[in-house]
């Protein structure tokens, strides 16, 4: 019902003059206002408008009409959802006094002055809007903006509907599964004494929830459910909800696990781990489930699971882009200590509506123990609920006791009928507690002494809810004994004939296997009247877009390019899509401001001057097979990425990118670096082809505008577990995309992006290098390697820094000046080049970086290796620094030419130290 919106701070005065205007004229007063007076006449048994009311009745109900509101906006304040017995806050409005009212005044208030189809008394009233609203679900929506979903759930909640009650098979079923959860605890407890495993208990109804919310997600049309979550009841998901046997669980336990390949598999523990299986769900059949591989950094999983259930949701043979966001369900667990504390968590909330990464709704579970690690809740956030944060989202928040298995499977279902109705997030804040430490070898009582004796005397959920259902007659006491004998007699039986068996591998569901093994060249090169067509259609775009008019003179342009050749960065990049289009794969990129480009390059989206209309022409290409999508993604680093990850583990089938808007702003993820995009492969046997596009080079603009920190994705590179590459040309990276999109194994490819080459005239390619060649790894000087025999100084370096050699004049013949376009892996072609080279007497790798910083300390001893241990290699570029670059212009200008002075300058020296190195 919609409670009557006027309260006792209006005097009479007021409404008596209010009451004058509603009866000259009801269209001059505020509907509120009018459905009030509507009231007061119906109370007072007189026509509308001809007035006629008691003043101090119509005081009251207004009161009481305040009341109901009051019940349905803060009614969650005297849910009693603390298991250990922690009462209510309770609130000061949902008193009748706060109003005005009495107790009394409620009894004599008929219910038709609080709404059309109210019976009997206010008091009547308002004692079922109690019991829908501070019974054993708390719900709060009254901060959604939108009325008709705040009236979706109060039609939900006062019908009844929202809290359905299971029926008694139901019961029996839900009561099995929680003695599964909690028999599998107990004997991990009995049978590993203090080896962590990170239990459940405390919030054992998370199985149950999971189970209900992929039997309904299944009955609303999901064939796949995606699940992130931390460690925190991870093992009990992996065997109960996945379907992981209790044997391979047992086995990891035992210290044994899959085979591993020494050179790129090195595992995780096993409460990372993940799982991919299937679900028979009654009436439908199976459904996909998958156990996302997550690290100890918490949250950090979260836009992956959403950029992996966007990926899931195209659907194959559709249109380009057709996506069913109901056929994938993700479902996100998280921590009451992580959700408000972990910044990923908003950056992942604020994506659920974009256009570019909405997936239908997220169902957002809190498992709140009440305790993060040793920290109080009183000291881990400024809120008073854990799940405060999602308000700021419009997303519908449930508070629930994880003692209540029903009103927590009760939550579920409406989740899953709030999502199908508005493809909107749902969250449910299910309180616990945590029975153990934060691990089994940790001691509570030394942070939380209070606490942890409430728990240690506290029942566990299973025996809360066995003797709920004996209280009903549902069960007997002899029914819950011999369910929980069954239980534990068949995992004590499974530990035994493990004990007498060798160890066999143990199973890790669905899950590839990765190959270590190197990867099969691929030919990148397209002819060259197919790249002249795709021009074409690239320059094609409907007559009556009318385009910025520097747009509209710069764009065509390309046209004569391709002939003169003058392909510069933005148009390889154009055609290396368009080309990969033509062939059937899809292309996904993102970044913030990646439509136009960071340094207006790309233009891949065309803007109408006059009307705003926009048209990409690489998604509308006559003879493209792939989907091209192309999103400006929010002002965030971390999310964004974890999500395009996420997408491209899911999509191998895809060319999946992510720019950054400067190379120096991806440090902000620096977690997805390290824990996933670098990682992955070696610990879960996780691909990804991912690309990570990085604006890099020394300008002058400063320490946050020159360095995509190249030697952090160095030091990670090994095991060959990601390219990095540093391309200096147009068909470099022309070619390197396009191997990217073919290569199998898939693995992360990390490039080093231009900025001001992407204009330089010197820094363009002809159309022959896109139809003839392929990527190089390692490109020789053109003009020394004439003469080679001149040549006694070698200068290895990436990128920008050759241009300004080359541009700095003619150097001399006894330097050459060799590009090293990829890094990681180190290229072998580098010490076949200086064989061929035969007077070398010094070999010099130069950078903009500083020393500590760039290429340097990863080349150094790969260059040693490649180039002997006779010839002196030495090191040109700025000193080792704290910050990567200069402030001033000034100071960067002078650096700057005095190292470009230092790489050409050369006088042999007949002898020199063999083997120095500076």
């Known amino acids: 019902m919609s409670a009557l919106p006027i309260t006792s701070v209006f005097n009479d005065g007021y409404i008596a003059e209010t009451y004058e205007a509603f009866r000259r004229d009801p269209a001059s007063v505020d509907e509120s206002w009018r459905q009030f007076f509507r009231v007061a006449e119906r109370i007072a048994g007189t026509p509308s408008g001809q007035g006629g009311y008691d003043a101090s ?11 109901v509101g009051a019940i349905q906006r803060h009614g969650h304040l005297a849910v009693q959802i603390d298991p250990l017995g922690t009462p209510p806050p309770g609130a000061a409005e949902l008193k009748p006094e706060f109003h005005g009212i009495t107790e009394a005044d409620l009894a004599r208030i008929p219910a038709s002055a609080l709404g059309d189809g109210e019976t009997g008394t206010a008091a009547d009233v308002v004692h079922r809007m109690r019991e829908h609203y501070c019974g054993a679900i708390g719900y709060e929506f009254e901060h959604i903006g939108d009325e008709i979903e705040r009236e979706w759930f109060r039609t939900m909640i006062e019908s009844g509907q929202a809290t359905a009650p299971l029926s008694p098979d139901e019961k029996k079923l839900l009561l099995q599964r929680l003695t599964e959860v909690d028999g599998l605890e107990r004997f991990l407890g009995l049978a590993y004494v203090s080896v962590k495993r990170f239990s459940i208990e405390g919030v054992d109804a998370l199985v149950p929830m999971l189970d209900e919310a992929i039997e309904r997600g299944a009955g609303v049309g999901a064939r796949r459910v995606v699940i992130g979550m931390a460690h925190r009841g991870r093992l009990n998901v992996l065997t109960h909800v996945m379907g992981k046997p209790y044997r391979a669980l047992l086995e990891e336990f035992e210290g044994h696990h899959p085979d591993t390949n020494a050179e790129s598999d090195t595992g995780d523990v096993k409460y990372h781990m993940g799982y991919s299986g299937h679900r028979d769900v009654p009436g439908i059949g199976s ?10 950094h918490l949250e950090i999983v979260n836009p992956v699971i959403t950029g992996v259930a966007r990926a899931r949701q195209r659907v194959k043979g559709a249109a380009p882009n057709t996506r069913n966001e109901a056929s994938v369900l993700p479902i996100l667990v998280h921590g009451d200590a992580s959700f408000p504390g972990e910044g990923i968590v908003p950056e992942t909330l604020n994506m659920s509506l974009l256009r570019g990464y909405r997936v239908g709704g997220t169902l957002h579970i809190i498992a709140n123990n009440q305790v993060g690690f040793t920290t109080d809740p009183i000291d881990g956030r400024s809120t008073h609920y854990a799940s405060d944060l999602a308000k700021g989202f419009d997303i519908p928040i449930l508070h629930v006791s994880a003692d209540d298995a029903e009103a927590c499977v009760q939550s579920v279902r409406l989740g899953i009928a709030y999502r199908q109705r508005f493809n909107k997030d749902f969250l449910i804040d299910v309180v616990g507690y945590r029975r153990h430490g934060h691990n089994e070898a940790d001691q509570p009582a030394f942070t939380q002494p209070v606490m942890y004796k409430s728990v240690a005397d506290h029942p566990t959920a299973r025996q809360v809810w066995a003797a709920r259902l004996v209280r009903e007659r549902v069960v007997t006491e002899d029914d819950v004994k011999a369910a929980d004998k069954a239980v534990a007699e068949a995992l004590q039986e499974l530990y035994k004939e493990l004990k007498k068996e060798t160890h066999t591998e143990s199973d890790g569901g669905d899950a590839k ?15 060259a009247e197919r790249l002249v067509a795709l021009n074409e259609q690239l320059l094609s775009w409907p007559s009556t877009l009318k385009l910025h008019p520097t747009i509209q003179r710069t764009l065509p342009r390309r046209r004569d390019a391709i002939n003169t050749g003058a392909i510069d960065w933005g148009h390889a990049e154009a055609l290396a899509f368009a080309s990969l289009l033509a062939e059937g794969v899809s292309i996904r990129i993102s970044g913030q401001d990646a439509e136009r480009g960071t340094f207006s390059h790309r233009h891949a989206v065309l803007h109408d001057v006059n009307t705003g209309e926009t048209y990409t022409p690489l998604a509308n290409l006559p003879q493209a097979t792939g989907a091209f999508e192309i999103h400006n ?13 996420g997408f491209s583990v899911a999509a191998p089938d895809e060319l999946v990118l992510w720019e950054a808007q400067y190379g120096d702003f991806a440090n902000v993820a620096q977690p997805i670096f390290d824990q996933f995009i670098s990682a992955a492969r070696a610990k879960w046997r996780q691909e990804s082809g991912l690309v990570l596009l990085l604006p890099h080079g020394y300008e002058g603009q400063g320490p946050e505008h020159s360095s995509a920190r190249l030697e ?4 990670l590179s090994a095991e060959d577990n990601m390219v990095v590459a540093y391309p200096s040309t147009p068909s470099q990276y022309f070619h390197i995309l396009r191997r990217q999109a073919a290569r199998r194994p898939q693995k992360p490819l990390v490039l080093m992006q231009p900025k001001s080459l992407l204009r330089l005239p010197a820094a363009t390619s002809k159309l022959e290098a896109l139809a003839n060649d392929q990527f190089k790894p390692v490109i020789d000087d053109p003009i020394a390697s004439q003469n080679r025999d001149a040549v006694q100084r070698l200068v290895f370096c990436t990128g920008k820094i ?16 060799i590009r090293v376009e990829e890094l990681a892996p180190w290229p072998r072609e580098i010490g076949d080049l200086v064989d061929q080279y035969p007077n070398v007497d010094e070999v010099v790798w130069a950078q903009e970086e500083p020393k500590n910083m760039g290429a340097w300390t990863y080349i150094q001893p790969r260059l040693r290796a490649s180039i002997g241990t006779l010839t002196t290699l030495r090191y040109i570029g700025r000193p080792e620094r704290s910050s990567p670059a200069e402030g001033y212009k000034s100071s960067h200008d002078v650096e700057q030419a005095r190292l470009i002075r230092d790489v050409l300058t050369y006088t042999p020296v007949s002898k020199k130290r063999a083997g120095a190195t500076r």
């Open 633 to 645: 993604s929010p002002l965030a680093e971390t999310a964004v990425l974890g999500f395009e990850y």
């Open 57 to 67: 009745l119509l005081r009251k109900a207004a009161g009481a009409g305040a009341l």
């Open 513 to 527: 296997s990765v190959s270590a093994t190197t990867s099969v060249p691929v030919a990148t090169a397209v002819r």
């Open 712 to 715: 952090r994705f160095l030091q």
């Open 287 to 296: 459904v996909a489930v998958d156990l996302v591989p997550n690290p100890s």
């Open 802 to 817: 050759y241009y300004e050699l080359v541009a700095a004049g003619e150097h001399p013949a006894n330097v050459a000046l």
